[in-house]
């Protein structure tokens, strides 16, 4: 079964600088080497593939966080839909045919 997931992970415990950049990094890290097509936002991390694929990658990217970090946040929307491949982008693209 095709999914489009988003997520966002974060630890609780600040850093002495506020900035989540070097934890998204990590993340982003293991959601490029799934080869998944995916993008990312200012609020999350769009993927997409099969939802075993998906939600393992996002697994990864939890265990990986947590490996320094006693605490951490995660967030998950998830539109899982049969047959149906690159709705990442024809759901952007349905809505700005529907601007014109």
Do not use: N, W
């Not at 415990?13 to 950049?21: F, H, Y």
């Not at 990864?60 to 947590?66: E, S, Y």
């Amino acid at each position: 079964m095709s999914c489009v997931a988003t997520f966002s992970l974060f630890p609780l415990e600040r850093p002495d600088d506020g900035s989540l950049a070097p934890y998204v990094a990590r993340s982003l890290r293991i959601v490029e080497a799934s080869g998944l097509d995916h993008q990312l936002g200012p609020m999350g991390t769009v993927i997409e593939g099969e939802i075993e694929e998906v939600l393992d990658v996002i697994r990864q990217c939890h265990d990986a966080m947590r490996a320094d970090c006693d605490r951490v946040y995660l967030t998950l929307a998830v539109d899982s839909r049969s047959g149906k491949d690159g709705r990442m982008s024809s759901k952007v693209r349905s809505v700005e045919e529907r601007l014109k």
